[in-house]
């Protein structure tokens, strides 16, 4: 099946860096979505992205949707202890099924205070 | 407000048991859908539906069954499980009208092992 790459796969940062992630893919995407999830919690939507170029911010985050269609990046300003978890992009393919939303495999984000 | 309830959290099998997970949400919204999460490998579509009475295969819809009787409530049926089937499973759901958005609502997921 379609695959998004997402990296890295992990991060140890220390508390007030910030931190970066992407995910690429060889396909064409509508729609890229940034998803955290917290330890024995399901993901929760921080970013969605619908245009291509978009670039949105939440708070300490910032996502843009590349102007290939075809990759998105995640970014965290000073890093704080409660960024821990994993980090999932998300994208809907152009052409695609309706009800297929792809996930990237994670980033793990460790914060050391 | 609830949002997405999953039953029950925790559950153990015996290979070739059958069981259900629940899905029920109180937001009134038109998409549902059924993820599992194994080590390493994300979250992957098992089934989704786009309303009541419609529903439809994800990637890895084998060993799973599902109906959608009421736009509140999704189960996701293991007719014979397999030890391929321990998993974290999530359901999910969004707002949507012709197309979904992909801003999903997640439950607290269901942790399956069969052994």
């Known amino acids: 099946g379609q695959q998004l790459n997402q990296s890295p796969q992990s991060m140890f940062i220390q508390e007030g860096e910030d931190v970066s992630m992407n995910c690429t893919s060889s396909?064409?995407?509508?729609?890229w979505l940034w998803y955290k999830q917290d330890p024995g919690e399901g993901p929760v939507l921080l970013i969605a992205?619908?245009?291509?170029?978009e670039l949105t911010s939440n708070g300490r985050l910032t996502a843009q949707f590349g102007i290939t269609r075809k990759d998105s990046f995640l970014n965290i300003s000073a890093s704080i202890p409660s960024d821990v978890g994993i980090y999932f992009c998300a994208g809907q393919l152009y052409g695609g099924s309706q009800g297929n939303l792809i996930f990237g495999k994670g980033t793990k984000l460790s914060v050391k205070p | 407000n609830a949002g997405v309830t999953q039953t029950p959290k925790f559950q153990v099998l015996k290979t070739g048991q059958s069981m259900t997970l629940q899905c029920a949400q109180d937001?009134?919204?038109?998409?549902m859908s059924w993820y599992r999460q194994d080590p390493g490998m994300g979250l992957r579509l098992i089934h989704y539906s786009v309303g009541a009475g419609i529903t439809d295969q994800g990637e890895v819809p084998n060993g799973y069954n599902v109906s959608r009787s009421t736009t509140e409530d999704f189960p996701l049926r293991l007719l014979s499980a397999a030890p391929s089937q321990t998993s974290v499973y999530f359901c999910?759901?969004?707002?949507?009208?012709?197309?979904?958005?992909?801003?999903?609502?997640f439950g607290e997921g269901s942790r399956l092992t069969v052994l």
């Open positions: 396909s064409i995407f509508n729609t």
């Open positions: 937001m009134n919204h038109e998409y």
């Open positions: 992205l619908y245009k291509a170029g």
């Open positions: 999910a759901s969004s707002y949507s009208t012709r197309i979904n958005t992909g801003e999903l609502f």
